[in-house]
């Protein structure tokens, strides 16, 4: 069964790039080669450009412990306390065809609406 963590996220309106960036950066260094990340997307939700959603598959709830584990995952949720008037992270295990994106490529994705 793999694991996913999704966080919901409101930015501060003048942070709001800042944390996009944020988020562009830890893709890359989350979901490297190995890592066990099958996924890694993030969009606006809606109209509310303030809102981001980040949602993030593992192979395994012990990948997913590692992140948690991790200096990326601390980035992450330092950036969400400087940059965000609101956060809520769901963690949890899934069947691992439930969440597909793209044969397990890393797919970021942002709604240009």
Do not use: H
Not at 26 to 36: N, T
Not at 75 to 100: M, Y
């Amino acid at each position: 069964m793999s694991a996913f963590a999704l966080v919901k996220m409101t930015a501060l309106p003048k942070k709001r790039a800042e944390l996009w960036q944020t988020l562009e950066t830890l893709k890359d260094i989350a979901c490297r080669p190995g890592s066990g990340c099958l996924g890694y997307r993030f969009f606006q939700e809606g109209k509310n450009e303030n809102c981001i959603i980040l949602i993030i598959e593992w192979l395994a709830q012990e990948k997913l412990m590692e992140f948690q584990n991790s200096d990326q995952y601390k980035i992450l949720l330092g950036a969400i306390s400087l940059l965000c008037e609101s956060s809520e992270i769901i963690t949890g295990a899934v069947q691992p065809e439930a969440l597909s994106w793209g044969g397990g490529r890393n797919i970021q994705e942002r709604d240009s609406g």
